[in-house]
Nanobody
Framework: QAQLVESGGGLVQSGGSLILSCATS????????MGWFRQAPGKGRQFVAG????????NVADAVKGRFTVSRDNDKNAVYLHMISLRPEDTAVYYC???????????????????WGQGTQVTVSS
């Protein structure tokens, strides 16, 4: 059974950093574009960052550009979200997702992704 499992979330002070990991299993995701989304209480799911199957192409949302980067290691079946200079407004549940119909294009809407993890909570205190 295909699975994505996020880890690395937690409580951090404003200005701090975290690295989120997404471990994939059950099938190969190495040919899929992957994305990170987040959802704050009372808000919709928001695209954060994504990358192509090889990791050569990345796309980062304007709200986190310059602070978040995304990477992957297909040999380890893992995708990462590196977050620095965290702000209270970054507080949300962060989800990893896979887009099986995309290799080099990176969708920004959640409906384009067909595999999702359960999410990991990131809380940034002021």
């Amino acid at each position: 059974q295909a699975q994505l499992v996020e880890s690395g979330g937690g409580l951090v002070q404003s200005g701090g950093s975290l690295i989120l990991s997404c471990a994939t299993s059950g099938r190969s995701f190495s040919n899929y574009a992957m994305g990170w989304f987040r959802q704050a209480p009372g808000k919709g799911r928001q695209f954060v960052a994504g990358l192509s199957w090889s990791g050569a192409i990345t796309n980062v949302a304007d709200a986190v550009k310059g602070r978040f980067t995304v990477s992957r290691d297909n040999d380890k079946n893992a995708v990462y979200l590196h977050m620095i200079s965290l702000r209270p407004e970054d507080t949300a549940v962060y989800y990893c997702a896979a887009a099986s119909r995309n290799r080099n294009s990176i969708p920004k809407i959640s409906e384009e992704y067909d595999y999702w993890g359960q999410g990991t909570q990131v809380t940034v205190s002021s």
